[in-house]
């Protein structure tokens, strides 16, 4: 089962909307969007990325997903905290 590998349906979902906004931003609102997205002008777009050696790609550390739910866990408490104060203080 070997050959080119199928992309899933989010992520054609996903070059289609990012097609979808490059697009909208080079051609001006009067002309009607496009539907299909085009290989080329995928290729266009990524091509510096393409062109790379992978081995030479520094890969971003991605930032840990639990760091990221308490921040924003601690940043909602302080906001209802916040509205408590407000409500309680104006008896």
């Known amino acids: 089962m070997e050959g ?25 609102e009067t002309s009607p969007p496009q539907e299909k997205v085009e290989v080329n002008e995928l290729l266009d777009l990524f091509k510096s990325d393409l062109s790379r050696d992978p081995s030479q790609v520094r890969r971003a550390e991605p930032t840990p997903v639990r760091a990221v739910r308490v921040q924003t866990e601690e940043q909602e408490a302080e906001a209802l905290a916040r509205i408590r104060a407000a409500l309680y203080s104006s008896k």
């Not at 080119?4 to 001006?28: A, D, H, Y």
Request: glycine fraction near 4%.
């Open 4 to 28: 080119k590998p199928r992309p899933t349906p989010g992520l054609l979902k996903t070059l289609e909307t990012i097609m979808t906004v490059v697009r909208q931003s080079r051609e001006s």
